[in-house]
């Protein structure tokens, strides 16, 4: 610390009397200490000696000096064994660096806005050094989505040559082959590259290009290929191209959504059903179907499409609810009877309880924990306060042969733990408690010699 403040006390008229080449010199060798000085006398350097006339310089310069701070990575048993570049300082200081360029790109200046992105970009691949963590990746993709959007952004100026935006194209395909990319994955090239492309290049050229890239692109390219058709007025072969992909989504639910706000419900509804067909049933497809069935005011729609959630969504009665909303009430015994054979001919026990216990169907529900095997106990803990007094006595009973079964084995402390909190929950279960006071008499007497278990158990009556 003592030399960081030692380095940025030096007074710019002693700088002044330094020879530029003496200067830069001490600017690389603050860089290793105290890189945020060392960004600062830079900039001095560059207004005072005028070694970097433009903007352009200027900011090209920046970008580099911000890969010059540095610090301590943690290395292997948690010490800080190893010096890597600061990827925080990397991030922050190119957004300070985007809010010039967002000025620039005000006044149409996309020449200064590439070149200083596409100088970020390579110096990253240059100056890369393997000491990214999670957190960078997530910073360095947000950054690369602000790039994106002003690449975009620059791709639309028509008062930007045409031929530049070419150059730029072929340097961002350059990049997507980039080992920086490759190797931490935080960011798709290709889609940038494709995105840029379709923008800055008039739409035949485009579509030329972008078949080019097939091979590399995979399933991305569909959703950029149908975008070009329908510019091109190629209806008839995006249509082609997204039947041809049902398993697609990347361009069959757009086209799905696209369809449904147009107000075409029954092309939506086909298109759904066919993409069903090749993939199966899903909450997904279900839910795109509720809303366009939902939108036509088609009630027997309505409630199938609910039916078939009810059967595909076992984690909560949502759906369920709702369907018995919709269905009329003359009408629900039939649908609770078709709901409850589809599911037995499953494995949804948990479930099935769930609805018993909604519809109160006590009788069916008793009869559910009866049958159950594994997994009994905590049905009972479950249901037993809700379900009727002429049930208690034999799920009760059970549940204390399966906590007499479950302490009966040594096992470690925290299993103590969970069995004592166990006990607690069991005791405040209707006629719960008598059946605990006997149980806790019973294992004071048995299990005098484990210390552990009866410490756990000490508090509790």
Not at 49 to 67: D, G, H, I, Q, Y
Not at 127 to 148: I, Q
Not at 394 to 404: A, C, D, F, M, T
Not at 413 to 441: C, H, M, N, Q
Request: aromatic share 10%.
């Amino acid at each position: 610390m003592e030399r960081k403040n030692k380095a940025a006390l030096v007074s710019k008229k002693l700088l002044e009397q330094v020879p530029a080449d003496e200067l830069r010199k001490f600017v690389q060798k603050q860089a290793k200490c105290n890189g945020d000085f060392a960004c600062e006398l830079n900039d001095w350097l560059c207004e005072r000696f005028a070694k970097f006339p433009s903007l352009e310089e200027k900011l090209a310069n920046r970008v580099e000096r911000l890969f010059d701070h540095e610090e301590e990575k943690r290395g292997w048993y948690g010490h800080y064994d190893d010096y890597g570049i600061n990827w925080t300082v990397v991030t922050e200081g190119m957004r300070d660096v985007l809010d010039a360029l967002g000025k620039e790109l005000e006044k149409g200046n996309a020449r200064l806005v590439v070149r200083i992105i596409m100088k970020f970009i390579h110096t990253l691949q240059e100056r890369n050094d393997e000491t990214m963590c999670d957190d960078d990746y997530v910073e360095l993709a947000d950054l690369h989505e602000e790039f994106a959007e002003m690449l975009e952004a620059c791709a639309k100026l028509e008062s930007w040559p045409l031929k530049e935006k070419r150059e730029l194209l072929e340097e961002l395909r350059q990049a997507s082959n980039y080992s920086v990319y490759k190797e931490y994955d935080f960011y798709c090239m290709d889609s940038l590259y494709a995105d840029v492309m379709l923008t800055a290049l008039p739409p035949e050229e485009a579509y030329t290009e972008l078949m080019k890239q097939e091979s590399n692109m995979g399933e991305r390219l569909l959703s950029y290929k149908v975008k070009l058709l329908r510019k091109l007025g190629r209806e008839e072969e995006a249509q082609q191209t997204i039947h041809c992909h049902l398993k697609c989504d990347e361009i069959v639910i757009p086209e799905i959504e696209r369809l449904r706000d147009a107000g075409k419900f029954p092309e939506a509804r086909d298109l759904v059903e066919k993409r069903m067909s090749v993939r199966g049933k899903s909450v997904q497809s279900l839910e795109i179907m509720l809303d366009i069935v939902k939108r036509q005011g088609d009630t027997p729609a309505v409630i199938e499409t609910l039916y078939q959630l009810v059967l595909f969504v076992s984690y909560d009665l949502s759906y369920y609810r709702r369907l018995k909303k919709v269905v009329p009430s003359a009408d629900w015994a039939k649908m609770y009877d078709r709901i409850l054979r589809q599911l037995n001919k499953g494995n949804g026990g948990n479930y099935l309880a769930s609805i018993y216990a909604e519809e109160k169907d006590f009788e069916r529900l008793y009869q559910l924990i009866i049958q159950t095997g594994f997994g009994r106990f905590y049905l009972i803990m479950e249901y037993l306060p809700i379900l009727p007094g002429k049930y208690h006595p034999e799920l009760l009973q059970y549940g204390i042969r399966h906590l007499k079964r479950w302490i009966s084995t040594a096992a470690p402390r925290k299993e103590y733990a969970k069995f004592a909190r166990t006990l607690k929950e069991f005791s405040r279960l209707p006629g719960g408690a008598p059946l605990v006071t006997d149980l806790l008499a019973h294992i004071r007497t048995t299990y005098t010699q484990r210390p552990a278990l009866l410490e756990e158990i000490r508090n509790l009556h």
